[in-house]
């Protein structure tokens, strides 16, 4: 048996939201809705979709290595300078990136208790020690996660707002933390939602580049632009943090179609609207509807919501599911009587509110 590195026993595989289709063939429904991983129910955009299928043409050919009209298309949208982007497969590839590039055996990185888990995995990989921090009411703990940092810290992962509860932290609370960083560690700001947030106390962190050298913001075209399968994420950072991620980065990792669907998205302002618009109806219908059932959830600033159902996850889990509903059940987050939901279509938020009130109903007698 050949034996695999052994920083790998520390490292289990990625647990995706159950799939549509498995769960069709396993119960024999003809109707599944899945809200379990924050995708975008309304689509992607026709104007990216359009671009994509343009060029197909041109698939025999490699990608552009760095992305440079992607580039430019950003630094327009952001007013930042191109050459503060490194595109990745997905923004999962520049947490590898990240973490290839700066974590060292023995390392620490520093995060919530409670957070994206491919940071815990991807610092395992390379050895690297997770430090992580208890949450307070679901939100990172700023002042606990100072705390944890020593000689022997060197990155911080912020996910703001946290998956998989929702919240932001304050805006002078993060800038306070942020000035308090030293400058020899990477402070890792996940803004995968950023575009959902509706709260006007969010540090607007793309001011503050040249103020914290240390900080790199990380951005994804898999959620509000609803592009999860064609994986294109970025980080926005000093020049030379850009240069020491690209000598380690696969050269064709965003391929030609995420590219050119990447730019057409950015050009369509109208989906983006619309579907921050339905996303806040949707949120404020299940915020409603776990109001009526007499439960709580997390303050949400994003397309998910973490709900309290004050019973036990998996046995929820398990009853939804048998009502062709998918979800992501708390007890694999932390969180034993919770459930994340993504929010849906007006159907499926209101498919998900009465399997889940029936669910309860049949629990509670
Ligand atoms: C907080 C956070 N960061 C990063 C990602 C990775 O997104 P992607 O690789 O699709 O850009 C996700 C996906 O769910 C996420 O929730």
Known sequence: MVKPRAQMTEVAMYSPGKPVEELQRELGLSRVIKMAS????????????????????????????????????????????????????????????????????GEEVVMAEVTFPRYRTNVFIEGGVPVSVP????????????????????MVFVCNPNNPTGTIVGEQELLRFLESIPPDVLVVLDEAYYEYVHSGDYLE??????????????????????????????????????????????????????????????????????????NKEGRMYLEDAFKRLGLSSFPTHTNFIMVDVKQDAAAVHESLLKQGVIIRPGHVMGYPTMLRVTIGTEEENEQFSRALEKTLEAMNV
């Open 205 to 278: 962190s793309l001011e503050y580049l040249d103020q914290f050298p240390n900080l790199i913001i990380l951005r994804t075209f898999s959620k509000v632009y609803g592009m999860a399968s064609v994986r294109v994420g970025y980080g926005i950072t000093q020049p030379e943090i850009v240069q020491e991620l690209l000598k380690g980065k696969e050269p064709f990792n965003v391929n030609r179609l995420a590219q050119v669907g990447a730019v057409a998205a950015l050009e369509d302002n109208e989906f983006l609207e619309n579907t921050l618009k339905k």
């Open 38 to 105: 924050n995708e975008n129910p309304y689509g992607s955009s026709p104007k990216a979709r359009n671009a994509m299928m343009e060029e197909m043409e041109n698939i025999h050919f490699y990608p552009e290595v760095t992305a440079p009209v992607l580039a430019d298309a950003l630094s327009k949208h952001l007013n930042v300078s191109s050459d503060r982007f490194i595109f990745g497969n997905g923004s999962d590839e520049i947490i590898r990136m990240l973490t290839r590039t700066y974590v060292n055996p």
């Open 135 to 154: 949450m307070r009411d679901g939100t990172h703990d700023l002042e606990g996660m100072k705390t944890a940092l020593n000689e022997r810290t060197k």
